[in-house]
Each structure stands twice: as C-alpha cells, then as structure tokens.
C-alpha cells in the first residue's frame, strides 16, 4: 500500500478544511501507522474513522480505501463486499470498484465471476478509462478457462472482435491476442486456421535478428501441429533460430540435429553444425562443443562460419582444461585470417588462458608481442591493460604503475566499446591503488581525488573509501593531514566554485561524522552560491506537486469526469489508480506526473517523466545532499513488500535487489530485452526453468516472468545462491548475474584478490563491467537514503522529510 502511505501523506491530511480537527488528529495516526508499515493496525483504526464520520467517509470513498488495504493482507471476501458497496451507490470511482472485484475473482479462479463483473463495468461505466482494458481481459478470461469456443466465436463477432482491436494499445498487444486466437484454434482442432495466425507472427519479425517471446510461442504451436510431419531443412533452420535465439537449446537441437541427420548434403547443414556447437557453448558444456566445432572445420573447411567457429573452438578448449589445444586453435586463427577485424582477440584470448593456468610469465610475452603488432590501434591499449593487470594480480606494483603509466598516455583505452577495453578513471583508481600500496600516499591522494565522486562515480565511490582509509591509517594518516590543511586554505577561497571543490575534496578524506556533518552544512550553503548546482536550491527548485483538494461536495462539478475521478482516488490516497485518471484527463505536467506514478508504485512510469528533470545534474554531486524528491523519483522503491519477503529469505540485502531491477528493466514488469531476457529482473528461459524448479513452482511458464512477485522471487533466489559463492561481494554477484558466475569465477582468480578494487578491472565482457557499476552506483545510494526495510532514513532528507515519507 505504498501507493496509499504516500498519497495520504501528501494530500488528505493537508486538506483541513475537509474534516474537523479531531478527524484530520485521527486520520494522522493512520498515516502513521502507514508509514511504519503497520496495516493490521492502520485497518483498525480507519475501521474506527468510517464508524465514526460515516457521511465524510462515504463522501470521499473510504471504504474502497479500506477494501484496498484488506486486498493487501488477504482479506478478499470482506474487500468483495466493501467494493460491492462503492459500486451499488454509483460512486464516481464506482468503475475501479467493479475492475477490482473482476480482479479478486480472476486471482481465485473464478473467471465466470470475472467476466460477469467487466460485463457490468462496460454496462454502467460506458466512459470509464478502463474499459478498454475491460474488454480486452474478457476475451482472454474465456481462454484463461478453456473455452476456445467462445475466443472463437469473438472474431465473429463486431462488438467483441473490437476488444481484440481497440484494447490492444501497442503492436505487442496485438499480435499477443492474435496469438492467443491462434491456440485457441489449435486447442479446438482447426489447424488450417491455428497454422495461418502462426505464421502470420513469425512474419512479422522475418526481418529481425531479434525474434522475441511471441514468435517463440508461435513457433511452438508450429510443432505442436508438426509433431508427427516431416520438415524440409529450411523449415527446421527456421524454427531452430527462434529457439537459439530465446536460449531454449534443447528445443533447438532437436531442428538442427534433424538439418545435420536427415539433410547432410542441405546448405543449412553448416550453420547447424555451428549453432549446436554455440548451443552447447552457451551452455557450458565445453566438451560438446569442441566435438561439433571441430566438426564444422573437418565437414566444411571452405564455409565462411569456420572462421567464428574457429575462435568459439579454442574458447571452449581452454574452457574445458585443455589449454594447449586452445592456444595452438588460436595460433591457427592467426595464420589463417592475419587481415580479420577480430583478431585482436585471437592475441588477446591466449593470454587470458595462459592466466588461468598460472603461466604468467609466458602470458607477459605475449602481451608484449600484442603491443608491437597493434602498435597505434585500440589493440595496444588491451594488450597494454592486459600486461598491467598480470602485474596487479602479481603485487608486483611498480611494474604495474609503469604498465599504467604509459597506458594512461594512449588516446584510445576501449573503453566499454571493446572487450578487455578501459577507461580513464579506472586506470587512474588502479594507478592511485599502485601509488597506495607502494606507501607514495600524497600522490595516491592527489590521484584519488582526480577521480569525481558523484551518483554514477563507481570508482570515484572506490576512491573516496580508499582515501579515507589512507586518512585514518597510522602510517597515511599525516599525508592526509597536510592535505585537509592545504584544503582548509582554499575553503576559505571567495570563489564559490573554488570553496566548494575543496568542500567536496575534504568530505572524501574526513571520517569523523561530526566533522563530515559540518562540512555538509557548509557545502549546502557553497551549493546555493554555485552556478551549476544552485537550481537544485530551495529557491529554484521546480516545487512539489500540491495535493490538497477541494471539497469532495464538489467534485461532481468537474467538467472532466477523469480529473473528479482522479481527485476522488488522491483523496482516497490511491495514487495507483488516480495517475491514469490524471493522465486521462490531460494532464500534462511531467513532473505531476512523474510524482503521481511513483507514489502509485508505477515507477516505471514515474521514472520515465522524472529523469530529464535532473538531467543536468552535476556529476560530482555529493551524494548526501541530492534533494529527497530526486531521492525517490530518481531510486524509487516499487513493490516492497515482494522485495522484503523474498530478499529476507533468500538472505539479500532488498536494496541490491533494487539496484539491479533498475539497472536491468528500469521497473517496467513487461520488459523485454534484445538478449530475450523478461521481466523485471530480466530472466532468460534456461535460467528461470531452473528457478522455477528450485522454488517448486510446477506450474510455471515462460509469462510469468511479467509477474512482477514471480520475477523478484526468481531474482532473489538467485542471487542469494551466488552470494553464498560470493560472500559479501555484491560487485562480483553483479558480474554474475550478468555475465555468469563461471566467468566471474574465472575473473576474481585471474586477480588473485577478492577485492573488488582488484577484480572488476579483469572483467573482461564490456558490457558487464559497464553493468557492474551502474548496479553498485545504483547500490551505493539506496544504501545511502534508505534503510533495510526501504524506508528512507529521515536524517538524511531534511527540508523534504515530512513530503518524502
């Protein structure tokens, strides 16, 4: 009921001219008992509130407020019978009513119920905004209770075909309904007309790379009707790219094995042979895919796909423990295509091999003979990284520094372009990190602070810790020292800008909270003062949305019946449902907007209008002084209480749980990726079959995924499994998540330290290295605002306290 807490929160309670004293006094203690989470008691005591002003209460609908809250600790039946009520007296919110009983008797099974009550919104609310969605779950409830005839009989039918058109808002929704059409007809044994609206699916991604989740439902229903026919080899390569690309191998080897058994001679034979190679590949059955890969070179040795599986071939020899035989394929790689794009990692692969084998001074050869031969070119850069990274692992720091040194003088570091590619900062933090450790602590100081620390900073965070552990350090602690002097001096600078930086400069090396506090206050002051941080100030900070509305008496004079609905369910304090009223209504004030969807627990949306309020914020921004209104629009915290049950669990923090949501689907539930991963926390089909498995859900499919509670378990459950392989490492979970836990595995040995100051920088996949500090930047500040039972902590958000509860 976040939804509910917030809403109360910023507008009934407000509004003082809409009760007497004693019942806004009374209404306070159940904002209260919201706010810390305590329903059971908040229920009670609006119980208490609607017997005692029941004319106030049924004028402003607080028995739908109560039946909301029932919902949420299980109490249907009584919540059926509150909502039944709303809608008898043809309440202005009467619409919601009769959605939230369809939903009740949806969640129970009941789809009969279901349909009788969308049947009874579309009669009495004709105008009502949820109609459409209405119409649209009414045709899927006859397919939710096995009547395919009925389903059938809609596209017959003008009034109900138009659920199937109307309804569907995106092309997404469509083709969903299209394809549900087709099971439908499959399940009543029209095959002709099933096999039409599958095709008809697939079509429409023919000239996409990306098949998503539809076609591989389309597909499925295509060997569901070809279960006992016999294919032709173009058919099966075509059904076997939907499956390998949405990670079902087992349902793609069967087509492409089919291609390799029963049409050797077909063109298609070659790319099968590569595919059940990648297949077992991506599996990590390493053994397996040597056998079809080197088939691949054998069978066709002219084809063009020799060249990638060439590189996959000597992957996964090292992979599986034989080194040599993976060294010698990449020489062979080397020999045969000197002139090829990749062949940079042809250089670069061998000597990460070489590492997992402890042959470092073999692998420090090679990464020399790769500098010369991409003297000039991004390759020396990584080869260069490489050989700095084998001396880190060695604690071998001043060859390390010399290594960093010179890298630091090259124009292209990869950067996340490129595999084994770097940035700027972290060849700064690990020349900081080598300066440290070779005790040459004003230097690293002086290093350290190169790097801004802000919200997005993940080695400026590394590199504020590091330097207060040199100012608290019995042998670093008086390098520190003269630095806070020569700060103290230029804090006193009449150039803001000047002031402020050295502000910043000694929050990073001062770990006494008093003093830190002191130095906040100061540069909350320098802030206001400072041009490209003083919109943020209270002067001209864009102002919190006002909630206090008019006399419920008068909402009936709304010429707009959204906009009365809509203040009505603010009223009530459901946010949830008054922001698509709101949006209904025209209403186009972002930043109203913004606010309304996160309090509704829509932080998808929310997030959505927000972000180019703060676009411009500067990337240095001390992070304790970020305002509280950016705080939860910016890192929202949707669906708490599925986070709290199932991180408590699974033994997870419910903020590193956040992290990765946002940094994986932004909070949109429906989310589909390029790498057909689903859902919230972004799940491809192998990894959530085995979830399913390990948290007994036997009847799970590949859409619950969407499932907002289903999703979290699953992202719980797993990374609470590779916490216990990682512990207390929520960098190198991160990496796994992403990249896998063998690779990190590999990655963290390769660095020979569990820090995570020394095996981010061996990640090796750009993209996950990218991912891993989006996430732990994310981490670091809902660690920083709130706290385990993501609360935000209310000394942490000062003027805004009271609003950002």
Sequence with gaps: MRSVLAMIALSFVLSGSVFAETADEHFRRIRDLQIAHDTPSAINELRSFIQKYPEESTANDLDHLLARMLEDTGGQAEAMALYAEVHARRSLIGDHALWRMSQIARGSGNFTLERIYLSELEAFYPESILLSAADRRSVHSYFDSRDHLSVIAAKDLPQAMSRLSKASFTDKNKRSDRLMLGYAELYNGNASAARDIFEQTIEETRDKQQPDGLTLEAVRGLDALD???????????????????????????????????????????????????????????????????????????????????????????????????????????????????????????PIDTLRDYNSDSEALRRSALAQDVFRGKTGEAQALFTEARIYLSLEKWDQALDSLTRLNSLSDLGGARVPGGTTRNEVMFLTALCQEMMQRFPEAIETYLSIPDGRDSYYGMYATRRLRGIASGERSGSAAAEKK?????????????????????????????????????????????????????????????????????????????????????????????????????????????????????????????????????????????????????????????????????????????????????????????????????????????????????????????????????????????????????????????????????????????????????EIQYAQTKDYVQKVMSAYRVYTTFYNEQLILRPELIGENEDVAK
């Design 227 to 349: 279960a006992a026919a016999s294919l032709s080899d173009l058919e099966h390569k075509r059904r076997a790219w939907v499956y390998q690309f949405n990670r079902d191998f087992g349902s793609a080897r069967l087509h492409y094995r089919s291609i390799v058994n029963d049409h050797p001679s077909s063109d298609a034979a070659p790319e099968a042979v590569f595919q059940l190679g990648r297949g077992h590949f991506q599996e990590n059955a390493y053994s397996e895919a040597v056998l079809w890969f080197e088939r691949l070179i054998e069978q066709y040795p002219e084809n063009e796909l020799v060249k990638p599986g060439l590189l996959q071939l000597a992957g996964a020899y090292s992979r599986s423990g034989r080194s040599r035989e993976g060294v010698s394929r990449y020489h062979t790689y080397v020999d045969r295509y000197p002139d090829d794009e990749q062949l940079d990692r042809a250089y670069m692969n």
């Design 485 to 761: 002097l020569l700060l103290n001096k230029v804090k006193a600078s009449s150039d803001p800008d000047l002031s402020r930086q050295a502000i910043q400069s000694l929050l990073r090396i001062t770990d006494s909270e008093e003093d830190r506090q002191l130095l906040l206050n100061e540069l909350q002051k320098t802030y206001k003062e400072t041009k490209q941080y003083s919109y943020l100030s209270e002067s001209t900070r864009p102002p919190l949305i006002e909630l206090a509305l008019p006399r419920n008496t008068q909402r009936r004079q709304n010429p707009n019946p959204h906009a009365a609905k809509a203040q009505t369910l603010s009223r009530s304090g459901l946010a949830d449902e008054a922001a698509v009223e709101y949006e209904a209504a025209g209403n186009t004030d972002k930043r109203f907007l913004a606010e309304i969807y996160t309090l509704g627990d829509r932080a998808y949306r929310g997030i959505e209008y927000a972000e180019p309020f703060w676009q411009n914020l500067a990337a240095d921004h001390q992070i304790e002084l970020l305002p509280a209104d950016a705080i939860r629009l910016l890192y929202p915290t949707p669906y708490r209480e599925d986070l709290i049950n199932y991180s408590t669990a699974a033994n997870v923090d419910p903020r590193f749980l956040l992290a990765i949501m946002r940094q994986e689907s932004r909070f949109r539930p429906d989310a589909v990726s390029s790498a057909a991963a689903s859902g919230l926390m972004q799940f491809i089909i192998p990894t959530a079959a085995r979830m399913a498995q390990q948290v007994e859900l036997n009847d799970f499919t590949d859409q619950d995924l969407f499932d907002p509670g289903t999703s979290i378990l699953f992202g719980a459950t797993y990374t609470g499994q590779m916490f216990r392989q990682f512990i207390n490492q929520p960098d190198a979970v991160a990496a796994g998540y992403n990249g896998g836990e063998e690779n990190m595995q590999r990655w963290m040995k390769r660095s020979r330290s569990d820090q995570p100051e020394r095996f981010v920088a």
